[in-house]
């Protein structure tokens, strides 16, 4: 058993749990933006590495990484989002879009290139790839190019093609929920896995909400009864 620990560890397809201090010697961490999404990571999203998110489109996957985004001083190359980017609703948010660049390949092999050659060109900060199932030999391969560039990739892939262990920093997994997001850590580099928590982002994005649609269809009828006395 041991020595099969010890081949999974070279292939760096397991880790051992270590404590803060070890981790933050690990490798650097970033900020997310929330206080309770920070507190579950003990300190934020890792500044190099692959970042392996498993999530639905259109549940608030983007708006868990903004407030990461817009600490950032360098590039952030988005490839292959499932749709263009809205510019206008970004710079709303402060989003500075001069900062985004937005690659659109002809094919899965051409996004994988293109997210190795932003990594490791020292321009960008992060890179965002939506992707379908990855093999062991390309994560390690953006790893290393994360790694030579101090970068981070954030991989977006939806649940079914996430079948595996991966080579990844960190593993997510988000549904949604009525105020936010529901997140589960699946995989921590240097940390344990950790049971599904609800991520609150109503503060920061009220009208995108379920519960604000809710309140909001509840409104006219209290008015009408305020109105009438009933």
Same mark, same amino acid.
């Given at each position: 058993?041991?020595?099969?620990?010890?081949?999974?560890?070279?292939?760096?397809?397991?880790?051992?749990?270590?404590?803060?201090?070890?981790?933050?010697?690990?490798?650097?961490?970033?900020?997310?933006?929330?206080?309770?999404?920070?507190?579950?990571?003990?300190?934020?999203?890792?500044?190099?590495?692959?970042?392996?998110?498993?999530?639905?489109?259109?549940?608030?996957?983007?708006?868990?990484?903004?407030?990461?985004?817009?600490?950032?001083?360098?590039?952030?190359?988005?490839?292959?989002?499932?749709?263009?980017?809205?510019? =206008?609703?970004?710079? !709303?948010?402060?989003?500075? /879009?001069?900062?985004?660049?937005?690659?659109?390949? *002809?094919? $899965? #092999?051409? &996004?994988?290139?293109?997210?190795?050659?932003?990594?490791?060109?020292?321009?960008?900060?992060?890179?965002?790839?939506?992707?379908?199932?990855?093999?062991?030999?390309?994560?390690?391969?953006?790893?290393?190019?994360?790694?030579?560039?101090?970068?981070?990739?954030?991989?977006?892939?939806?649940?079914?093609?996430?079948?595996?262990?991966?080579?990844?920093?960190?593993?997510?997994?988000?549904?949604?929920?009525?105020?936010?997001?529901?997140?589960?850590?699946?995989?921590?580099?240097?940390?344990?896995?950790?049971?599904?928590?609800?991520? =609150?982002?109503?503060? !920061?994005?009220?009208?995108? /909400?379920?519960?604000?649609?809710?309140?909001?269809? *509840?409104? $006219? #009828?209290? &008015?009408?009864?305020?109105?009438?006395?009933?």
């Amino acid at each position: 058993m041991s020595n099969l620990i010890e081949l999974l560890q070279r292939q760096d397809l397991v880790w051992q749990g270590t404590g803060l201090a070890e981790r933050q010697q690990q490798g650097a961490l970033t900020t997310t933006g929330f206080a309770e999404l920070d507190k579950h990571l003990q300190g934020g999203f890792p500044a190099v590495g692959v970042v392996d998110l498993h999530t639905d489109l259109g549940i608030g996957e983007l708006r868990l990484l903004l407030p990461s985004l817009m600490r950032q001083s360098g590039l952030t190359a988005v490839i292959s989002p499932p749709a263009r980017l809205n510019a =206008d609703a970004l710079q !709303r948010t402060g989003m500075d /879009t001069s900062k985004l660049l937005e690659i659109t390949p *002809e094919c $899965p #092999q051409e &996004a994988l290139w293109a997210a190795e050659q932003c990594l490791k060109s020292g321009a960008c900060n992060s890179v965002l790839l939506w992707h379908g199932a990855l093999q062991v030999h390309q994560v390690k391969r953006l790893q290393l190019a994360a790694q030579t560039g101090e970068a981070c990739l954030y991989l977006l892939r939806h649940a079914h093609h996430a079948q595996g262990t991966l080579p990844v920093s960190l593993s997510l997994g988000l549904s949604p929920h009525a105020r936010g997001l529901n997140v589960t850590v699946k995989k921590r580099k240097g940390g344990w896995a950790q049971a599904q928590f609800a991520l =609150d982002l109503s503060s !920061r994005w009220p009208e995108l /909400t379920e519960h604000f649609h809710t309140q909001s269809k *509840e409104m $006219p #009828q209290a &008015a009408r009864q305020y109105r009438t006395g009933r």
